[in-house]
């Protein structure tokens, strides 16, 4: 890859993180709301529905993203699939008891990172291009 492209492709990268954190932020209390306001709360505060329910929120929010910047549903569906396919992979273990809901937490958020650049690179061609809406970062040697 050019210099150019590989800075589109972490770029972007830093924009799904982003998207992930604001999506967790904005609908995490939103859930909560809810849920205490059905009288779910306790529900919800499993490991396995929490983490799902955590994807999902991340989901919503990097789908928004990545249809505003042009992106075809089937990237959106893969980085889509790069939420839950970690905490799918470590909830039987989970249920087995095998690992915390703690461990569930965390190593499934840090496994998504390899799963979105997994399915990134799958996709390179659709991460190092310029969007629609713009360019990203600034080509090298070009002045900003």
Excluded: N, Q
Aim: hydrophobic residues 60%; neutral net charge; glycine residues 8%.
């Amino acid at each position: 890859m050019t210099k150019t492209a590989t800075l589109r492709f972490a770029w972007h990268f830093g924009e799904m993180l982003v998207a992930m954190i604001l999506g967790m932020v904005l609908l995490g209390p939103v859930w909560d709301a809810l849920t205490s306001w059905l009288g779910l709360a306790a529900l919800f505060a499993r490991t396995d529905v929490a983490v799902m329910v955590m994807a999902a929120d991340m989901t919503v929010a990097m789908t928004i993203w990545m249809r505003y910047r042009g992106h075809s549903w089937a990237p959106v569906a893969e980085m889509g699939a790069a939420m839950f396919v970690p905490f799918l992979l470590l909830l039987p273990p989970h249920w087995l008891g095998a690992l915390s809901g703690e461990v569930v937490m965390i190593a499934g958020h840090v496994l998504m990172l390899p799963a979105m650049l997994a399915a990134m690179l799958w996709r390179r061609d659709e991460y190092t291009r310029a969007h629609k809406d713009h360019a990203g970062p600034p080509a090298v040697g070009r002045p900003s």
